[in-house]
Nanobody, 117 residues
Framework: QVQLVESGGGLVQAGGSLRLSCAAS????????MGWYRQAPGKQRELVAT???????NYGDSVKGRFTISRDNAKNTVYLQMNSLKPEDTALYYC???????????WGQGTQVTVSS
């Protein structure tokens, strides 16, 4: 069992930046990929970004060019650098780990990001 703990959320003005962190209780190299998702009130959870064990990245259309996912295997941590934030980026951001046929095996508890206009 792997536990994922997100941190780094907060309140920021539009145009600002935040960096989210997702710390895993075990080696992320043993996991088949990591990802960030978000869910705004009244909306479905949506993909933000994923990163494979080999470092291949994938982004949701709404964040391409503004957000960057990265990983530090030595620290068992995945990051999400968010730049040029917009009010519509306001959501609860979740970290996910180990994609399987049935979906992601592990989820964090979420960290709130609020972008004011």
């Amino acid at each position: 069992q792997v536990q994922l703990v997100e941190s780094g959320g907060g309140l920021v003005q539009a145009g600002g930046s935040l960096r989210l962190s997702c710390a895993a209780s075990g080696s992320i190299l043993s996991l088949n990929g990591m990802g960030w998702y978000r869910q705004a009130p009244g909306k479905q959870r949506e993909l933000v970004a994923t990163i494979s064990s080999g470092g291949t990245t994938n982004y949701g259309d709404s964040v391409k060019g503004r957000f960057t996912i990265s990983r530090d295997n030595a620290k068992n941590t995945v990051y999400l650098q968010m730049n040029s934030l917009k009010p519509e980026d306001t959501a609860l951001y979740y970290c996910a780990g180990d994609i399987r046929v049935t979906g992601w095996a592990y989820w964090g508890q979420g960290t709130q990001v609020t972008v004011s206009s």
